[in-house]
T-cell receptor, first 113, second 108 residues
Framework: DTEVTQTPKHLVMGMTNKKSLKCEQHMGHRAMYWYKQKAKKPPELMFVYSYEKLSINESVPSRFSPECPNSSLLNLHLHALQPEDSALYLC????????????FGEGSWLTVV | SQQGEEDPQALSIQEGENATMNCSYKTSINNLQWYRQNSGRGLVHLILIRSNEREKHSGRLRVTLDTSKKSSSLLITASRAADTASYFCEPSGSRLTFGEGTQLTVNP
């Protein structure tokens, strides 16, 4: 069982909707990440938060807006998405710095219609 | 930064056989990790091997590391249908990125 919890597991949203994906971990990790994964492709890093500050943004469109309210929570706010944004969104966490084991959640399946 | 490159891209074997997959990387590392991803699920950490280690075991898993060749291998012995998954390596310095992985199919 994963110790990184993601909600919701499935989300269907229209292109004009605003929704959020949520992620929570209680392992005391101070680095948290969002990945996007399309079918039959590897996870692609989107954002990295380290000590609650955004440290890496991999040129992600502004329709994706991350938020880290505290050291245990990570949100991904979604607005005006496109059908090609449909994917599995994975949250993960680890102890900083990079090179430590990454713990992944089970993901949120997003479908944009 | 670097990412690992897994080989082969796909591997299909019968239950009970051994499966070997390889990972190559470009620059020196502190450690290298292997992850498994079952279809539609999150990645699960399997094993970490440090740069001063040549071999490490965990249950049916055996990982080797050859820093002179900048390569690692993951051996799964006595494979089971439940081992069907994608396997990814992550060398340190990869900036949290992954290669295409090896898709392992274990046929019952």
């Amino acid at each position: 069982d994963t110790e990184v919890t993601q909600t919701p597991k499935h989300l269907v949203m229209g292109m004009t909707n605003k929704k959020s994906l949520k992620c929570e971990q209680h392992m005391g990790h101070r680095a948290m990440y969002w990945y996007k994964q399309k079918a039959k492709k590897p996870p692609e890093l989107m954002f990295v938060y380290s000590y609650e500050k955004l440290s890496i943004n991999e040129s992600v469109p502004s329709r994706f807006s991350p938020e880290c309210p505290n050291s245990s929570l990570l949100n991904l706010h979604l607005h005006a998405l496109q059908p090609e944004d449909s994917a599995l969104y994975l949250c993960a966490s680890s102890h900083p710095p990079m090179g430590n084991t990454i713990y992944f959640g089970e993901g949120s399946w997003l479908t944009v219609v | 930064s670097q990412q690992g490159e897994e080989d082969p891209q796909a591997l299909s074997i019968q239950e009970g056989e051994n499966a070997t997959m390889n990972c190559s990387y470009k620059t020196s590392i502190n450690n290298l990790q292997w992850y498994r991803q079952n279809s539609g699920r999150g990645l699960v950490h399997l094993i970490l091997i440090r740069s001063n280690e040549r071999e490490k075991h965990s249950g049916r898993l055996r990982v080797t590391l050859d820093t002179s060749k900048k390569s690692s291998s993951l051996l799964i012995t006595a494979s089971r249908a439940a081992d069907t998954a994608s396997y990814f390596c992550e060398p340190s310095g990869s900036r949290l990125t992954f290669g295409e992985g090896t898709q392992l199919t274990v046929n019952p």
